[in-house]
């Protein structure tokens, strides 16, 4: 079993930054490909962006390119999510998620993942 725990989230305005952190409660935190998604009022849950075990290998949506990074510190058994440049359109409950992986690649599909946090929350003001 896999616990995820999310912090970071709150209120910027545009053209501001937040970083997201999750740490995982797991034995072997580099066997596990992480994500984060997000959602917003309304609308279904969406990828941001997800790394492979190793780091080394990342996806992003189409949106987030150039304004967040995705990184992990498998010491630390924790995922990052730096986001930039933030625009109102950002404002979602943030997700982060894990599953296990047995190649050191990416997953871009929220079904692929088995293991959700609860979320936090970015509101994002104009």
């Known amino acids: 079993q896999v616990q995820l725990v999310e912090s970071g989230g709150g209120l910027v305005q545009a053209g501001g930054s937040l970083r997201l952190s999750c740490v995982a409660s797991v034995r072997i935190f580099s066997n596990y490909a992480m994500g984060w998604f997000r959602q917003a009022p309304g609308k279904e849950r969406e990828v941001a962006a997800t790394i492979s075990t190793s780091g080394d290998h990342t996806y992003y949506a189409d949106s987030m390119k150039g304004r967040f990074t995705i990184s992990r510190d498998n010491a630390k058994n924790t995922v990052f999510l730096q986001m930039d440049s933030l625009k109102p359109e950002d404002t979602a409950v943030y997700y982060c998620?894990?599953?296990?992986?047995?190649?050191?690649?990416?997953?871009?599909?929220?079904?692929?993942?088995?293991?959700w946090g609860q979320g936090t929350q970015v509101t994002v003001s104009s």
């Open positions: 998620a894990a599953t296990r992986s047995y190649y050191d690649s990416v997953h871009y599909s929220r079904a692929e993942y088995d293991y």
